[in-house]
């Protein structure tokens, strides 16, 4: 069962090298309905494998000056806030409630995949940082990752080129600083009550990251309007799979 859990990690990080993210609002099922794990041990596990593949993928992203730092530190610091925040309340949440708030999460991926992207318009770029605008979207976007341990890059990408005035690639590079950023405080709010297995973590972690590495080659080999698509469809069908588990199946038991 590892090795099936592992190879579909190293899948998950092929998707997020390929798409710049996405990828991780798959691994709470992974972890959850393939690994076993219950589902705060998942969301807490979760939050550390997007986190660390995460602040690899910026690595190459900052090499080649597609990061923003100035706007991606003071998303980063306010979402860090709320990702704290949202993993401390998750101890007081049922963990059917997380898995049904992460379906919706997947539900909103889905809609952000399926839509096709729009670069920034160059005319409508901000000549000045709008720091509230900016720090109250950290906060609330900080607040989602936290509770239920999913990236957000569908939610921060469209954030920093909006409000941020950044092109898309920029807005990438800077999104993986940001996630890496709020997904260490979410996992620091939630080790104050979840305890998780390292060396399992450590083994879907170094998956993941090889799959993001050996997924960023081929982002240029692949038409990303189609497979961003193909995923959206993918993603809204999983979605509806937890709901059928945790809501429809349980009912019909009863």
Not at 32 to 54: F, N, R
Not at 193 to 221: E, K, M
Request: hydrophobic share 60%; glycine share 14%; proline share 4%.
């Amino acid at each position: 069962m590892l090795i099936i859990v592992l190879a579909l990690a190293v899948l998950v990080g092929v998707t997020l090298g390929l798409l710049g993210g996405g990828g991780s609002i798959l691994m709470v099922p992974l972890l959850v309905y393939v690994a076993g794990m219950e589902t705060k041990e998942a969301i807490a596990t979760s939050l550390l494998v997007v986190g660390v593949t995460s602040a690899v993928g910026a690595v190459s992203h900052a090499r080649a000056h597609r990061v923003r730092w100035r706007t991606g530190l003071v998303f980063g610091v306010a979402g860090m806030v709320g990702a704290y925040a949202g993993g401390r309340v998750a101890a007081y949440v049922p963990a059917q409630w997380l898995l049904l708030g992460f379906a919706a999460m997947m539900l909103a991926t889905a809609v952000a995949m399926l839509r096709p992207r729009r670069d920034v318009d160059p005319a409508t770029v901000h000549d000045r940082l709008p720091v509230a605008r900016v720090v109250l979207d950290g906060l609330v976007v900080g607040l989602v990752t936290g509770l239920v341990g999913a990236g957000g890059g569908f939610l921060v990408v469209p954030a920093l080129a909006l409000l941020g005035g950044l092109s898309m690639p920029v807005a990438i590079g800077t999104s993986l600083v940001v996630i890496a950023m709020k997904s260490a405080a979410g996992l620091g709010g939630y080790l104050a009550s979840v305890q998780i297995d390292w060396a399992t973590a450590g083994a879907v972690t170094a998956a993941a990251v090889l799959g993001a590495l050996l997924g960023g080659p081929l982002a240029g080999r692949i038409a990303p309007d189609r497979l961003r698509t193909l995923f959206g469809w993918f993603v809204l069908v999983m979605a509806v799979v937890i709901v059928v588990q945790e809501v429809v199946v349980p009912a019909l038991g009863g």
